[in-house]
């Protein structure tokens, strides 16, 4: 399970350290894609292969199924961490991320967040007031 935050350096040659506790869980690899507000996603890999086979199984006939198996086909890096859990990013990941030397690397569970630390502060700001009802909101089905 990956949780927490933390604050790693990107240097100048895009790598980015991955937090040492999740390193053992990303070791036989790890697919970066864009993903939501954006960040980047960081799944293992054997968890992004069954995020792409339910992907896959949608039908290509829905125009909004084709985009997003397009997007997450063509958005997507595999990644395998060097000696250090470092990770290299495409210049296209911190493009789309805007991310600058300092990066926020949330766990959301299931996956990794890679954000840029001010992009993560303003969404920390916008989002942190109306929490308590955004988590009712979003449980309301499940608890």
């Known amino acids: 399970?990956?949780?927490?935050?933390?604050?790693?350096?990107?240097?100048?040659?895009?790598?980015?350290t991955l937090p040492a506790k999740f390193r053992d869980a990303l070791a036989g690899g790890l697919m970066v894609t864009k993903s939501q507000?954006?960040?980047l996603a960081v799944y293992p890999r054997s968890e992004f292969e069954q995020l792409a086979r339910r992907?896959?199984?949608?039908?290509?006939?829905?125009?909004?199924a084709r985009a997003f198996l397009r997007n997450l086909a063509a958005g997507?890096?595999?990644?395998?961490?060097?000696?250090?859990?470092?990770?290299?990013?495409?210049?296209d990941h911190r493009r789309?991320?805007?991310?600058?030397k300092d990066c926020v690397v949330i766990g959301a569970v299931d996956y990794l967040e890679i954000w840029d630390a001010?992009?993560?502060q303003d969404y920390?700001?916008?989002?942190?007031?109306?929490f308590s009802a955004a988590s009712d909101e979003a449980l309301s089905d499940i608890i």
């Open 1 to 16: 399970m990956f949780l927490g935050t933390y604050t790693p350096k990107l240097d100048d040659k895009g790598r980015l």
């Open 37 to 39: 507000d954006h960040s």
């Open 55 to 64: 992907a896959s199984k949608a039908p290509r006939s829905n125009p909004e």
């Open 76 to 91: 997507t890096d595999e990644q395998h961490p060097d000696s250090q859990g470092r990770i290299t990013l495409s210049v």
């Open 96 to 100: 789309y991320a805007g991310l600058s």
């Open 118 to 120: 001010q992009a993560w």
């Open 124 to 130: 920390q700001q916008l989002h942190e007031e109306n």
